[in-house]
């Protein structure tokens, strides 16, 4: 690299580095007061807000990284531009393109960044609930779909327990198999009782089907069926469940494919997990952005590099709500939804990259 390569890139992750630190913080502080009641109400101690938001901030991190990309470039930019640095470097044989390169590369590594980030993220969303008691066990849990052992899914319509009894009403299993020595197979089965003293589930009065090959199917009714591996307790199943947000990819897209055989609507959720892809990469698309168009408003100092930054954000989250509705809604394919946003500003700053005069 050379000497101003470097110097635009330590620039940048100054800037970075304070932006994306400092974001979280402002959000934590708005989140809190619209919260305060809430935990004085249900007697949260301090240690327990305190580790709430301790494990939040990776996610706050994560909203941050375009605010943060945009604001490192837009000040980049800026402040060469307002000290004649820029006109320093063009004057040295070196195009605002070629100074815009170092710019792009720090963009680019922010956004894998940010794209490792998105595994960190689910398991401490899963902590910060957890560290305000909010993982225990009810009495009773209606539609849910649990994921067991051996790729089996449990779609479960309700389930009860009382001292008397614990009772699934409706329920489902699918797995997927690899052909006749490893079958996929559903049951469906109007109930299934909890055997405490055997330690599984017996389904009652259903029919199993087995699907050896694409184009036959074997099927069974049954009295009484146990599955080896439905041992699952009572206590597992009651336990509050995981949303998309405390999923990982690979989690969520599983999630989703059992939710599919199941027949349940899963658009949204398809938007949301292309979104863990794209989103990160809003730090490099937005450092094309806005680099040129900062550099067009001359030497307009801080209040214009800053107006430029929020009005970019605004559009950009805007943008980012307006395509996951559309997405949800089927009105366009979820991997559509969730690049448009990026396709939008992409397509507008090469044009302002080849626009600016060099």
């Known amino acids: 690299m050379r000497t101003l390569d470097r110097y635009v890139v330590r620039q940048f992750l100054r800037i970075f580095l304070v932006c994306v630190i400092g974001v979280p913080f402002i959000f934590i502080v708005i989140s809190l007061t619209d919260s305060i009641d809430s935990f004085l109400r249900d007697g949260a101690t301090p240690g327990a807000?305190?580790?709430?938001?301790?494990?939040?901030f990776p996610y706050?991190?994560?909203?941050?990284?375009?605010?943060?990309?945009l604001l490192a470039a837009v000040f980049t930019?800026?402040?060469?531009?307002?000290?004649?640095?820029?006109?320093?470097a063009k004057a040295g044989g070196m195009s605002f393109h070629r100074i815009t390169v170092s710019l792009l590369v720090a963009g680019l590594g922010m956004s894998l960044v940010a794209l490792s980030l998105t595994e960190v993220v689910p398991h401490a969303n899963?902590?910060?609930?957890?560290a305000l008691g909010e993982s225990g066990t009810k009495g009773s849990r209606l539609s849910f779909v649990f994921r067991g052992r051996g790729g089996r899914y449990y779609s479960i319509q309700r389930l009860t327990r009382t001292d008397a009894l614990t009772r699934i009403e409706q329920i489902r299993v699918d797995r997927e198999g690899t052909g006749y020595p490893y079958p996929s197979y559903s049951v469906d089965a109007p109930r299934a009782d909890w055997d405490s003293i055997g330690g599984?589930?017996?389904m009652r009065n259903g029919a199993l089907r087995m699907f050896p090959e694409p184009d036959r199917t074997v099927a069974f009714q049954f009295a009484e069926l146990h599955q080896v591996a439905f041992t699952d307790s009572p206590e597992d199943l009651l336990a509050k469940s995981k949303n998309e947000d405390e999923m990982g990819y690979a989690e969520l897209r599983e999630y989703i494919e059992a939710l599919d055989r199941s027949g349940s609507r899963t658009r949204g959720l398809?938007?949301?997990?292309?979104?863990?892809?794209?989103?990160p990469f809003t730090c490099l698309i937005i450092v094309l952005f806005g680099a040129p168009l900062v550099s067009s408003t001359g030497r307009g100092g801080a209040s214009i590099a800053i107006g430029i930054a929020l009005v970019t954000t605004i559009l950009l989250l805007g943008?980012?709500?307006?395509?996951?509705?559309?997405?949800?809604s089927g009105v366009i394919p979820p991997p559509a939804a969730a690049w448009l946003p990026n396709g939008l500003f992409l397509l507008t700053g090469v044009y302002l990259f080849t626009r600016v005069r060099t």
Do not use: C, K
Request: a positive charge.
């Open 126 to 130: 899963r902590l910060s609930e957890d």
């Open 200 to 202: 599984r589930w017996v």
């Open 270 to 279: 398809r938007t949301q997990l292309m979104m863990r892809i794209a989103f």
């Open 77 to 88: 930019v800026s402040s060469m531009s307002r000290h004649s640095e820029l006109t320093a």
């Open 319 to 328: 943008l980012h709500r307006i395509a996951e509705a559309l997405g949800a």
């Open 60 to 69: 706050n991190m994560l909203l941050a990284f375009p605010i943060a990309s």
């Open 49 to 56: 807000v305190f580790m709430h938001y301790l494990y939040q």
